[in-house]
């Protein structure tokens, strides 16, 4: 009999996201019993539960640092090829220097025309998203100033320092040849963290707030209450994973952008997901909520399908954050940093994306309606269908990047095509639904 091929190495490891986990939980715990800390150490500091911006931005910092240090100290990544870094050799400050200030200009000018999309960007001064702007209007500085040592100190050690950030800022100097597909790899790159980086800073406060002050007295005597706390949990862990993923694209952690998705589609379904574009909000394109209620609503007297419910809804939750924490430093949208093995990502190629989509057909069972009406039904049921095939347009585009940049992203979905416990009976069950075409005889 023929052996069974093993699934590829993942580039990120379990660890990492378990001890991000570890070093989040520790800080909402003392966030959360902060007044009792207080008490008991007899601490000059107002005695309330830390519940606002400032203690959910510094959460970054406990699950962060658990993920870089196990990637450092255990996974040992900055030793790793892939980051085009040879620590063995450091050049002389003298043949850098003038490489260096080429990219530190081109990083300037990167971060000056990020700055002026969001003064254009009416959306960015309104409502949430003012207080990412503060965030980010406190931090240009250091970013501005920390660029240079930073800069100058990677420069000697990689291999090739000639990379796309310099490309741009020679594009700008004008002094020496550059290649412009490094120029627009360049630019997609600092595309995706210059509008992701905004909206995830702007959601980071209000999950984590949520979670640290709940009340949790009532959680696990009402099936609804106890869904709100777990899920309310599970997608701050997802916006705290992702965003310090956003913010660490670095070589020494091997978790650089490797590559943006050079595919107009892929931005098209991406974007419509994500405010200001998005198509799925309230009295948008694809909202499916018209005349529409939650589960509670329909469920609302039969306690034990409740509970059975409340549990499903939680564990499509945890699927979902399980996805990002199995990224570690890796998350990120329409990049190519990497590929992940294992995890979620053993049973299926999107198990962010599947979780995500069963999450809303049972959460908000759009063929039912508050109206009676059967057309107000038929509409959410097809909108809903719709929101599910843009996912599925989504993990298509993501799936011909990665295909066209990766080895062994190709192996990984040949051996989920036809051993993957989801993928491959998806797979099975998507061939036997499309009709295949008849075969004409030879003339």
């Known amino acids: 009999m023929t052996a069974r091929p093993s699934l590829p ?30 008490d008991t150490f007899g601490l000059a500091s107002p005695r309330e539960v830390m519940d606002g911006p400032a203690a959910a931005m ?33 050049r002389p400050l003298r043949d850098v220097i003038d490489i260096s200030i080429t990219k530190i200009a081109g990083l300037w000018a990167t971060w000056a025309v990020i700055g002026f999309a969001y003064c254009l960007g009416r959306w960015y ?14 931090a240009a500085p250091l970013l501005f100033l920390g660029a240079i040592p930073y800069v100058i100190w990677l420069d000697r050690v990689l291999v090739n320092p000639r990379d796309a950030t310099w490309h741009f800022g020679a594009m700008l100097i004008g002094r020496e040849p550059w290649d ?27 999950g984590f707030g949520a979670v640290v002050r709940f009340d949790w007295s ?13 899920i309310e949990t599970m997608f701050m862990i997802d916006v705290q994973i992702a965003m310090v993923g956003y913010l660490v694209t670095m070589k020494p952690l091997d978790a650089q952008i490797r590559t943006a998705n050079p595919h107009l589609a892929a931005w098209v379904a991406a974007l419509i997901c994500y405010p200001p574009f998005i198509l799925m909000g309230e009295g948008g394109v694809l909202d499916y909520h018209h005349n ?37 430093l890796r998350f990120s949208n329409l990049t190519y940093r990497g590929v992940l093995t294992n995890g979620p990502y053993r049973f299926t190629r999107h198990p962010a994306y599947l979780s995500k989509n069963a999450y809303w057909w049972l959460a908000t ?64 069950l998507t061939r036997r639904l499309t009709p295949r075409p008849i075969a004409q005889p030879a003339e």
């Open 58 to 90: 510094a959460a970054l910092l406990f699950s962060g640092a658990g993920m870089i240090g196990w990637s450092l100290l255990v996974d040992k990544v900055h030793r790793r090829p892939s980051t085009g870094i040879d620590w063995s050799a450091p």
């Open 292 to 328: 529409g209620a939650e589960w509670p609503h329909w469920l609302a007297g039969q306690t034990a399908l409740m509970w059975v419910w409340a549990a499903a809804l939680v564990i499509l939750t945890a699927i979902y954050a399980w996805a990002t924490v199995a990224f570690g």
């Open 180 to 206: 412009p597909a490094e120029v627009r790899r360049h630019a997609l790159s600092w595309l995706v963290k210059g509008f992701f980086c905004a909206f995830m800073i702007s959601i980071v406060p209000g």
């Open 125 to 138: 001064w309104r409502g949430q998203y003012v207080f990412a702007m503060e965030v980010l209007e406190t």
């Open 218 to 230: 009532h959680a696990f005597h009402d099936p609804v209450e106890f869904a709100s706390l777990l």
């Open 365 to 428: 069972l759009p063929f039912l309606t508050t109206s009676g009406s059967m057309v107000d039904a038929i509409r959410n049921t097809v909108i809903l269908a719709l929101v599910s095939a843009v996912y599925y347009w989504r993990a298509r585009t993501e799936e011909k990047h990665l295909l066209a940049e990766d080895a062994k992203y190709r192996e990984y979905h040949a051996w989920m095509a036809q051993h993957g416990p989801i993928t491959s009976v998806l797979r099975k």
């Open 9 to 38: 190495p993942s580039d990120v490891s379990s660890g990492v996201g378990v001890a991000g986990l570890a070093g989040l939980f520790l800080w909402v715990m003392v966030c959360r019993f902060w007044p009792q800390i207080v």
